[in-house]
C-alpha cells in the first residue's frame, strides 16, 4: 500500500497561521487602502479642506467597523489554533475558506460604504461575517472531530470556544434582522455595539464569567 | 581555498517559508482587488443593486477559482518544505521562480475574468498552472538529488509528492484541451472540477489511498 | 463555573508580533505606492523627465518622512513585545487599535503630500502621530498592570520605555505647535529632525544616556 | 545611571527578518499589479488578444529583471542575517534604510518600464540598485564593528559576503555605463545577464570557487 499524499499534506499549524497572518494584515491593510485624500481641484481653503475630511468621516467608521471584524475573527481563529497540536489537510481546506471569506472583507466594506442605505448591501455585509462564523465553527469541531487538538485540553475550552461563536453569530443576525424593521443605520449601529463589546469586553458587576 | 559565497547564501528553510507566505497572502488577497463595488451613478433602488450584484458573481466565481490554485500550490509548497532539513541557494532560487508564477496569478485570473471566452487568455491561465506545476516538482527532483530532505524520509512520501503533481498537472492540461474541442467555458468548469476534488478530496469507498 | 472565552483568547505573543509585521509591512510598502510615474504623454526628452522626477521628489521625502516613522514606532512596539511573557486580550486589543493606527498612515501621509501648505493636513498627520504615541504608551502600562511582562525585567528598563514614549511625543506636539506660530513647512523640517535624531541617534560627547 | 532605550531597542533579529520577509513579499508581488489585462474596448477577436498580449511582454521582461533584483538582495539580507546572533538600534536602522530602498523598487520599475529609452530612467533604476548594494554592504560592516555575528563565524565567510557585493555591484555599475556609450538596451540586457548569472550560477569548469 502506497502512503497517501493525503496524509503527509497541510499539517504544519505553524505555516497556517504564517499564512493567516499574512492574509489578515494585507485585508486589514487595504480596507483602508479606499480612504483617499479629497481631489486638490476641490479644496482651496482650510475651511474646504476641513469640510472634505468631515465627509469622509463615515467611511472612516465603516473602516473601523471591518478592522474590528477582522480583528474579532483574528482573534478566534487564533485562539483556536493555540490549541492545535498539529493540523491536516481538511482542517487546512477549512481555514483556506476562512480566509478567503477574509480576503473579500474589503470588498464587502466598500459595498456598504458606498451604499449604506441599501439592505442588499447590508446583507452582503452580513452575509460574509455569517460565513466568517460558519467556517470557524466547522474547523473547531473537525478539529475536535479528527482529534488534532492538545490531548491536555480542558472540556469546557472546547465548549467555550464553540459557546462564543454562537453567540456573537446570534448578536449579528439579529442586528442584520433589524434593517428589515428599521433601516440599515440601526443595523450598523446594533453590530458596531457588538463588536466594541467584544473588543472591550468590559467586566459587569455580580458576574463571573465575562 | 575560499570559502564561496554560494556555499552559504539561501540555506535557510524558515526564511523561505516566510517570504512564500507572504507572496501567497499577498497574490491571494490582491485577487480580489479587483472585484471593485459597482459604480454610485449607476445605481437608484435594491433592485439595481442586486442586479449590479448578480452581474459581478462570474467574476467573484473566476477569483474563487484562483484562490484555489493558489491554496493548493500553497498546501503542495509546504509538503515539500516541511520535509526539507535544509535549503540551499539553487534550491532557493527555484523556489523564487515558483512564487515568481504565484505574483503574477492575480495578472492571468484578471485576464481570463476580462476575456472568459478567448483561448489566449485560458491558455495564458493554464500555461500559469502549468509552469507553476513544473517548478514545483523541479524543486522536489533538486531537493532529493542534493540531499536537502529530511534523513528519516520514507520513499514512498518522496514518490507519493511526484504522482500528486504529475496526476494533477495531467488533468489541468486535459481542461485546458477541452476548449480546443469545445469553449473555454467547459475547460474553466472542468478545472474547477479538479480543483474541487484537490481541495474536497472525498475518500471514495473500496479505495484506501485517496 | 465555567471558562470563560476571554481567558484563553489572544495568548500568544508570536501571532501578535507577526500580524504587526505583516501589517507595519503592507503600510510600509504602500506608502510609496501613490508615487506613481510621470504620464509618458508629457514627457518628450530626457529634460522633461528630469523636471518630472526633480517635481516628484518633494513627496518622495514625505514618504521617507512616514516610513521614518512607521520604522520608530515598529522598533518601540518590537521593544515592548520582546519583553513580554505572554499576551491577553486586552492587550491584544490595545495593540490592535495601533495596528489600526498603522494602517491609515498611508492615507494621512498621502494627505500631507497632496495639501502640504494647510495646517488641517497636517494636524492629522500629528494626530495619527500622537494616537500611536498613545495607545504604545498605554499597552505598556497595560502589560505591567496585567503582569504579562517577563519577570526578570529590570525596572529601569520600564521606566525607559515610558520615558521614550513621552519624550518623543513632547517633541512632535512642539513641532506640530510650530505651524500654529510659523507654518507647516517649519512643523514638517522639526518633525524630519527629530525622526532622524531617533533614528541615527548620535551619541552626543559628555551624555552617558543617550 | 540609567538605562537607555537605545541599549534595548530593535535587539531581536526574528522580527527584522519577519518584516523583511514581509516588505519583499509585498514588493515583489505589487511589482506586477502595474500589469494590466487589456482594454476590453481594443480587443474584439483572438488575434487582438494576441497582440495586446505580445505588446505587454516588454513590460513582463521588465517585472521580472526586478523580481530577480529583489530575489538577489532578499537571498543576500537572509544570508547576513543569518550570521547574526542577535541586532542592535543602529544595525536595525541601517535594515530599515534597505527596506525603504526595496519598498520604492516597484516605483523605479514603473519608471523605466514607462520610459526604457531614456537615459534618467535607467539611472533612477541604477541608483535605487547601487544604494540597496551599499547599505547592505554597509550593514556587513556594523553588524562585524559591533560585534553581532555569531561567534563561530569564520574569516572566509566574512570576507566572502563583502566580495560578493562588491563584484555584483561593479557589474552593474559597468552595465549602467553602457547607456552612456551605446543606449539604455544594452544596459538592460548586460544588467539581465549579471543578474541571471548570480541567480543560476553556473558551475565554470576549471575553477574551484563559483
Redesign the interface.
Known amino acids: ?6 496524509q ?5 499549524v505553524e ?1 497556517l ?3 493567516s ?13 479606499d ?4 481631489a ?1 481641484e476641490a ?1 482651496h481653503s ?1 475651511r474646504d ?2 469640510r472634505a ?1 468631515v465627509a469622509l468621516s463615515p467611511r472612516l467608521v465603516m473602516y ?1 467597523m471591518s ?1 474590528l471584524t477582522l ?1 474579532i475573527f ?3 481563529q ?2 483556536q ?3 492545535l497540536a498539529r493540523s491536516d ?2 482542517l ?2 477549512i481555514h ?1 475558506a476562512f ?2 471569506l477574509v ?2 472583507t ?2 464587502s466594506t ?2 456598504l ?3 449604506v442605505r ?4 447590508l446583507l ?1 455585509y452580513w452575509l460574509n461575517i455569517a460565513l466568517l462564523g460558519a467556517t470557524l465553527y466547522l474547523s473547531w469541531v473537525c478539529a475536535l472531530g479528527a482529534g488534532l487538538v492538545k490531548p491536555d485540553l ?1 472540556a ?2 472546547q ?3 464553540k ?2 461563536i454562537v453567540m456573537g453569530q446570534s448578536l449579528y443576525a439579529l442586528g442584520a434582522l433589524l434593517c428589515v424593521f428599521l433601516n440599515t443605520y440601526w443595523s450598523i449601529g446594533f453590530i458596531v455595539l457588538v463588536q466594541l463589546y467584544y ?3 468590559p467586566r459587569i458587576p455580580g458576574r ?3
Chains 1, 2, 3, 4 share one sequence.
Open positions: 500500500m502506497t502512503t497517501s499524499y493525503n503527509i499534506a497541510g499539517q504544519s505555516r497561521a504564517a499564512l497572518d499574512g492574509i489578515f494584515a494585507v485585508a486589514m491593510t487595504l480596507l483602508v487602502l480612504l483617499r485624500a479629497p486638490a479644496v482650510e479642506l476641513w475630511l473601523m478592522f480583528g483574528w482573534v478566534g487564533q485562539t489554533l493555540n490549541h489537510r481538511s487546512s481546506w483556506l480566509l478567503f480576503s473579500i474589503p470588498f466598500a459595498l460604504a458606498e451604499f441599501y439592505r442588499s448591501a452582503v480542558p469546557e475550552i465548549a467555550a470556544i459557546r462564543r473588543a472591550i469586553a463571573r464569567r465575562t
